[in-house]
C-alpha cells in the first residue's frame, strides 16, 4: 500500500520546464572603406619630419707656442718707460686656419715692460725688454708670452713683403734686447713684433671657444 501512494504522489507532481534561453543576434555593420592615399593624407597634415641635422665641425686647437705677429701701438723707450709699464699692442695679421678666421686682425691687447734702463753719461747704451701679455677678442682673453722684434729670417718678414721686397710695415730689425749704444732707444707706434701663445687654445669655428688655463709660463 506503501509503495502505490509513492508512486502516485510522483505522478501527480507537475513538470519543471526550463528556462528559456535568450536567442543569439548577430549584427552586421558596414564600414565604408578608406582610400589609402586619404589616410596617408591625414597623418601628415600639419607635421612635417624634421630634417637629419650634420655633425657640427670640430674645434680649431692652436697649440701652446703658436707664433703670432703684433704691433706695438705706443711709444716705449728706455728712458721714457719703467719696469711693469703696460703698453699697447693690436694683432697685426689675422690667424687663418684650413681658410677659417680664427681671430681677426685688428684685435687689442697690451704688453709690458720687463726691463728699461736709460744709457748712462759715460756713453752706456739704454737697454730695454719687452714681453706681450694678452689678446682681447670680445670677453676673451688670450694670454701671451714672448716678444721678439721682426727680423729678415722670420716667416712673417717674407709675408710683409711687396713685389719689390720691400717691407710693407714699418718694422724694426733689431735682436730681441735692445742695446742702443751711446744713447737710449725709443720704439715707435707701428714696429712689428712675434708674440706666442702662452697656452694651448681651443677656437669655435666662427671663432668662439673655450680658453684653456695658462701654465703659469
Given amino acids: 500500500m506503501l509503495i502505490t501512494s509513492l508512486v502516485f504522489v510522483m505522478q501527480a507532481a507537475p513538470a519543471v520546464e526550463p528556462l528559456a534561453q535568450p536567442e543569439a543576434r548577430t549584427e552586421v555593420v558596414e564600414v565604408a572603406p578608406v582610400a589609402p592615399s586619404t589616410a596617408i593624407e591625414s597623418l601628415d597634415s600639419g607635421w612635417i619630419a624634421p630634417e637629419a641635422q650634420p655633425p657640427a665641425p670640430p674645434p680649431i686647437t692652436l697649440p ?15 728712458k721714457i718707460s719703467q719696469r711693469k709699464d703696460f703698453f699697447p699692442i693690436k694683432l697685426a695679421e689675422a690667424i687663418v686656419v684650413d681658410g677659417v678666421e680664427v681671430l681677426p686682425a685688428g684685435i687689442k691687447g697690451e704688453g709690458q715692460v720687463v726691463h728699461a734702463a736709460k744709457g748712462g753719461f759715460a756713453g752706456s747704451a739704454g737697454e730695454l725688454i719687452l714681453a706681450a701679455r694678452y689678446l682681447m677678442h670680445g670677453d676673451r682673453k688670450i694670454p701671451l708670452r714672448s716678444f721678439k722684434w721682426l727680423e729678415e729670417g722670420d716667416e712673417f718678414y717674407h709675408r710683409g713683403q711687396d713685389a719689390s721686397g720691400e717691407v710693407l710695415a714699418a718694422a724694426a730689425i733689431v735682436p730681441v734686447f735692445i742695446f742702443a749704444r751711446g744713447g737710449n732707444t725709443t720704439i715707435e707706434p707701428g714696429t712689428l713684433a712675434t708674440a706666442k701663445f702662452r697656452a694651448e687654445e681651443i677656437f669655435g669655428r666662427d671663432g668662439a671657444g673655450a680658453v684653456q688655463t695658462p701654465d703659469g709660463e
Fill in 64 to 78: 701652446k707656442g703658436h707664433k703670432i705677429l703684433i704691433s706695438v701701438e705706443g711709444q716705449v723707450g728706455s
